[in-house]
């Protein structure tokens, strides 16, 4: 069913920083190599997702009765749930699983140069082969994921005329 009601507040300001913080994480972790600096950047903004990524759940937890509900039905519902429920898992994932890379590899992981998170294990360069590829299959998987959440977004406004976009939108 169709409704213009709109997401709760608190859920439109997650939802908002939460892509823009993860798409940053993405694209700093296509561009970064060895020289240009970028991995310390990559990984300070992957831990805020980490932060903001649990807070942003416990809000979800909070505010289940405020949720408008789905257009979909029967099993377009059950994809649309499961790529809701995949994406905010990688929200999670990505920057454990990015944590334990760094420490098999043996580098602590620096928030902006203010504090080094404690380490998760020892260096393991067998271990951190594995982690890091993963992190990489996972951060595909992720991409592959928020491109048919946003086209489906996109199908709906242009084809079913249900415009959801707006109901997730701060403005
Ligand atoms: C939303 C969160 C994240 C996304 C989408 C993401 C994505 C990526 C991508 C696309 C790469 C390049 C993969 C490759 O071509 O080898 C990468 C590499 C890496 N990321 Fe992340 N990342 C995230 C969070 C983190 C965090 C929080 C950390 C550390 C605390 C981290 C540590 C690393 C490390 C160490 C590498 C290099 C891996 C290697 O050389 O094998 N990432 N990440
Ligand atoms: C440009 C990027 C994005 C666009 C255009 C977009 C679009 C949308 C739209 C239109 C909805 C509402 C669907 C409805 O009315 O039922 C939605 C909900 C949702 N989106 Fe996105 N989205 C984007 C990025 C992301 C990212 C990066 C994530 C990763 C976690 C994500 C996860 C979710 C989740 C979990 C929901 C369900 C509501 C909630 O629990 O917060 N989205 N998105």
Known sequence: ???????????????????V??????????????????????????VLVLVFGVLRIINRMRNMSN???SVNHGTLHLVEKSVHG??????LVLPIVGWLVSNAK????????????????????????????????GANVFFFLLIFHVVGAVYHKLKTKEDVISRILPW
């Open 21 to 46: 913080l993860m798409i940053a994480t993405l694209v700093l972790g296509w561009v970064m190599d060895r020289e240009n600096g970028l991995m310390f950047f990559h990984k300070s903004v992957g």
């Open 106 to 137: 043996g580098y602590p992981v620096s928030v902006f140069g203010l504090f080094d998170l404690p380490n998760l294990m020892g260096k393991n360069e067998a271990l951190s082969e594995t982690l890091g590829e993963m992190h990489e299959v």
């Open 67 to 69: 949720i408008p509900p």
């Open 86 to 91: 995949i994406l905010m898992l990688m929200m």
């Open 1 to 19: 069913m169709y409704t213009k009601q709109k997401y709760p507040k608190s859920m439109i300001f997650y939802h908002s920083l939460l892509a």
